[in-house]
């Protein structure tokens, strides 16, 4: 039995995949119907609609979202987004995947998420500090070191978690370096966190290359979405030795199938370059850049990216999803039918929430890792999650997205069937 506000909330489109996607593992977990219902909608939400005054002295209104779906196993944890496509069923959505990512990688935190309606790249820099302590101000009630800690997502950066900060901190009346996560190192952030998503990603892909019986040395990849989770997936994966053939950013991308070098398209974008303009390759469109032929695809850019109207053209052997909710379960069903094999983002995505909690730890305890401690306590648990969702899905003859689900919404489950319901 649904609700109406589930329903509601499922007519969103990323948010109608999360809830197809909880609603298939737990008709497999036969989860009980109350536990069901608690987790097919959000625990808490936030929306706020403020002002920000610009450079010429105008006002504009925003609209923010910050987003609990759950916090049985700890404090919510979640990325802050700014995009134009930000909306409440993304960010609902968002926050669902945030509480299983935790839960596959056995991280005690729950899920949150949250974003702004704008487009930074239209945006100053004072702006953008503007418009973030407005909204740090605004979703303060909620958020926390114990309670709800943010961290940098799609448009956002360390110099945007330090104005939360400091905006937190200011009203507290002291530092409070807990509040987010993916901080400067100066203020107490964490070695490797810039780079953690995209190294989760490329550890896992050469997990899944294992898996197959197959080496990464010498594989094509193909990135969509050369920002900061593609940009270091796609220099790691050449460092391992595997070649990219392809990379794409908002404007397009190019195609060069004797290899690109990360660095120089890297040095190209600082410089203020498209990749669709980039002069070593063919340029290719979003749309085109995921039919590329390649060994491993990873989409890294928005979410519905493969869905049912190009599954059948992705050329690739193995997806590792960079990106969240960048594969619909109708285009999920058809890679399965070819023999793709694909993983899931609440697994290959994960790097960036562990060493998220593990800025956490390191802040909670006064005392920090080196960058070579951080790479070695993350491998070890992303790898350890690989092999526990391989495993089941062996034992359950089900795709590793199921099998990254089902482990994740068990844990959840047996939480909040511990804790039991208050009062």
Same mark, same amino acid.
């Given at each position: 039995?649904?609700?109406?506000?589930?329903?509601?909330?499922?007519?969103?489109?990323?948010?109608?995949?999360?809830?197809?996607?909880?609603?298939?593992?737990?008709?497999?977990?036969?989860?009980?119907?109350?536990?069901?219902?608690?987790?097919?909608?959000?625990?808490?939400?936030?929306?706020?609609?403020?002002?920000?005054?610009?450079?010429?002295?105008?006002?504009?209104?925003?609209?923010?979202?910050?987003?609990?779906?759950?916090?049985?196993?700890?404090?919510?944890?979640?990325?802050?987004?700014?995009?134009?496509?930000?909306?409440?069923?993304?960010?609902?959505?968002?926050?669902?995947?945030?509480?299983?990512?935790?839960?596959?990688? +056995?991280?005690?935190? =729950? !899920?949150?998420?949250?974003?702004?309606?704008? #487009? *930074?790249?239209?945006? &100053?820099?004072?702006?953008? %500090?503007?418009?973030?302590?407005?909204?740090?101000?605004?979703?303060?009630?909620?958020?926390?070191?114990?309670?709800?800690?943010?961290?940098?997502?799609?448009?956002?950066?360390?110099?945007?978690?330090?104005?939360?900060?400091?905006?937190?901190?200011?009203?507290?009346?002291?530092?409070?370096?807990?509040?987010?996560?993916?901080?400067?190192?100066?203020?107490?952030?964490?070695?490797?966190?810039?780079?953690?998503?995209?190294?989760?990603?490329?550890?896992?892909?050469?997990?899944?290359?294992?898996?197959?019986?197959?080496?990464?040395?010498?594989?094509?990849?193909?990135?969509?979405?050369?920002?900061?989770?593609?940009?270091?997936?796609?220099?790691?994966?050449?460092?391992?030795?595997?070649?990219?053939?392809?990379? +794409?950013?908002?404007? =397009? !991308?190019?195609?060069?199938?004797?290899?690109? #070098? *990360?660095?120089?398209? &890297?040095?190209?974008?600082? %410089?203020?370059?498209?990749?669709?303009?980039?002069?070593?390759?063919?340029?290719?469109?979003?749309?085109?850049?995921?039919?590329?032929?390649?060994?491993?695809?990873?989409?890294?850019?928005?979410?519905?990216?493969?869905?049912?109207?190009?599954?059948?053209?992705?050329?690739?052997?193995?997806?590792?999803?960079?990106?969240?909710?960048?594969?619909?379960?109708?285009?999920?069903?058809?890679?399965?039918?070819?023999?793709?094999?694909?993983?899931?983002?609440?697994?290959?995505?994960?790097?960036?929430?562990?060493?998220?909690?593990?800025?956490?730890?390191?802040?909670?305890?006064?005392?920090?890792?080196?960058?070579?401690?951080?790479?070695?306590?993350?491998?070890?648990?992303?790898?350890?999650?690989?092999?526990?969702?391989?495993?089941?899905?062996?034992?359950?003859?089900?795709?590793?997205?199921?099998?990254?689900?089902?482990?994740?919404?068990?844990?959840?489950?047996?939480?909040?069937?511990?804790?039991?319901?208050?009062?």
């Amino acid at each position: 039995m649904s609700t109406p506000q589930a329903d509601t909330l499922a007519e969103d489109p990323a948010y109608a995949i999360a809830l197809a996607q909880f609603n298939t593992v737990a008709d497999r977990l036969q989860l009980d119907s109350g536990i069901r219902e608690i987790l097919r909608v959000p625990k808490r939400e936030l929306i706020t609609h403020f002002p920000v005054k610009m450079d010429d002295g105008s006002i504009q209104v925003f609209t923010g979202y910050r987003i609990q779906h759950n916090v049985a196993r700890g404090p919510a944890k979640g990325g802050i987004r700014y995009h134009p496509q930000v909306s409440q069923g993304e960010v609902r959505a968002l926050a669902m995947w945030m509480t299983w990512k935790c839960a596959v990688v +056995s991280i005690p935190y =729950g !899920g949150a998420k949250g974003g702004v309606a704008c #487009d *930074p790249k239209q945006m &100053s820099l004072s702006e953008l %500090e503007r418009l973030t302590r407005r909204y740090t101000s605004e979703i303060s009630i909620l958020i926390g070191p114990q309670e709800d800690i943010p961290a940098p997502d799609m448009n956002t950066n360390a110099r945007v978690m330090a104005w939360i900060m400091d905006t937190y901190s200011m009203n507290a009346g002291y530092s409070v370096p807990g509040v987010v996560t993916g901080k400067p190192l100066e203020i107490g952030g964490s070695q490797g966190r810039d780079e953690a998503t995209g190294r989760g990603v490329s550890i896992i892909t050469d997990e899944a290359m294992c898996h197959l019986g197959r080496s990464l040395d010498g594989a094509t990849v193909v990135i969509q979405g050369f920002g900061n989770v593609g940009s270091h997936a796609a220099r790691i994966l050449y460092e391992m030795g595997a070649r990219i053939v392809g990379a +794409s950013d908002s404007s =397009g !991308g190019v195609h060069n199938p004797s290899g690109l #070098d *990360p660095a120089l398209l &890297s040095r190209f974008r600082s %410089e203020g370059g498209r990749l669709v303009d980039y002069t070593d390759g063919d340029s290719v469109t979003n749309a085109e850049i995921l039919e590329l032929p390649c060994d491993i695809l990873v989409p890294a850019a928005l979410e519905n990216q493969i869905t049912a109207a190009n599954a059948s053209l992705v050329q690739a052997r193995v997806i590792v999803e960079g990106a969240n909710g960048p594969t619909t379960p109708e285009a999920d069903a058809i890679l399965q039918d070819k023999g793709v094999l694909l993983v899931p983002d609440i697994l290959a995505n994960a790097g960036g929430v562990v060493v998220s909690y593990f800025e956490w730890i390191q802040g909670m305890q006064h005392y920090f890792w080196d960058i070579e401690e951080v790479r070695t306590k993350l491998e070890h648990i992303i790898k350890g999650a690989f092999r526990e969702v391989v495993s089941l899905a062996e034992e359950q003859s089900v795709s590793l997205r199921d099998a990254a689900l089902m482990l994740a919404v068990n844990r959840v489950a047996q939480a909040i069937d511990i804790r039991g319901v208050f009062p």
